[in-house]
């Protein structure tokens, strides 16, 4: 029998990104965030990003949402229409139908919405893409449940939420429309350990079904769950891309 090699293809391919910010309060000093970052990212991988305080793991991220413009560098990512569209450089219009459409950004804080209900906040963005109201909130009821968010609070305002509560209305709120690229910047930091496996169980099917990730997760059995190749930041700048298993070699 003959196999044949299919090359995997890459979700997103950072090429040289930095990031500086121009502090004008401080006499213009230069403070770098990312420096000269480059790495790839393949379709349904996930690549976990590591490295101390103040390395640039959110700035990354932030710069791959476009929520920071990079100063230099590009971000190629391979859209579900075939296209390749620059992150670094694209307008604000493609940005903002990519995150509509299909790049999910979980920060640890949810972006809290007043007076809409946690039920009304995970079925909201699909709603907005055309599903239904009644299979919109079967699914967000479905996401819930798998975050153990108890029934009692899904008709609730988050704004009185405990962090661990909020954390999972934002997960399953960025999960409901199933991304194709989903961003991770320490979505589950106030998680119990029985809901933060809860959260890494949804996030594995969530990859099964072929959603690729980059994601800051400060605990190592997440990563090592989850993570295909950590990319290794300092100062800014990539100090090492390595098989899930070395970086674990290193850190247990
Ligand atoms: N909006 C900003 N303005 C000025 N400097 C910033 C800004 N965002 C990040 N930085 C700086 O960029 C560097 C990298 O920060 P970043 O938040 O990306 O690090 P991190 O690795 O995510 O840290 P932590 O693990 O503490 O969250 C830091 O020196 C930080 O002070």
Redesign the pocket.
């Known amino acids: 029998m003959t196999t044949t090699h299919h090359p995997e293809t890459a979700q997103l391919s950072i090429d040289s990104l930095s990031k500086r910010?121009e502090?004008h309060v401080l006499s213009n000093t230069t403070?770098?965030?990312l420096e000269d970052v480059s790495a790839t990212i393949r379709d349904g991988e996930f690549l976990a990003v590591v490295?101390?305080?103040?390395?640039?793991?959110?700035?990354?991220l932030k710069c791959l949402y476009r929520s920071?413009e990079p100063t230099a560098g590009a971000v190629r990512y391979a859209t579900d229409d075939g296209d390749v569209v620059d992150l670094a450089s694209c307008s604000e219009r493609t940005i903002l139908a990519l995150r509509e459409g299909e790049i999910g950004y979980v920060s640890q804080f949810l972006e809290e919405i007043p007076r809409v209900s946690a039920l009304d906040i995970v079925s909201r963005p699909l709603r907005e893409a055309g599903v239904s109201d009644d299979e919109a909130r079967d699914r967000a009821r479905e996401l819930l449940a798998a975050l153990e968010l108890p029934p009692e609070l899904w008709k609730a305002y988050p704004a009185t939420f405990s962090g661990g509560e909020r954390q999972r209305v934002n997960l399953a709120k960025a999960l409901a429309t199933e991304p194709s690229l989903l961003l991770l910047d320490e979505p589950t930091s106030a998680l119990d350990p029985e809901t933060r496996a809860a959260a890494v169980d949804l996030l594995r099917s969530s990859l099964a079904d072929g959603t690729t990730m980059v994601g800051?997760f400060h605990n190592p059995d997440v990563v090592a769950t989850l993570a295909d190749r950590v990319l290794v930041?300092d100062d800014?700048s990539v100090v090492d891309t390595v098989d899930v298993d070395a970086y674990l070699e290193g850190v247990r």
């Open positions: 910010f502090m403070v770098v965030g490295g101390e305080s103040g390395s640039g793991k959110s700035s990354l920071y800051v930041l800014g």
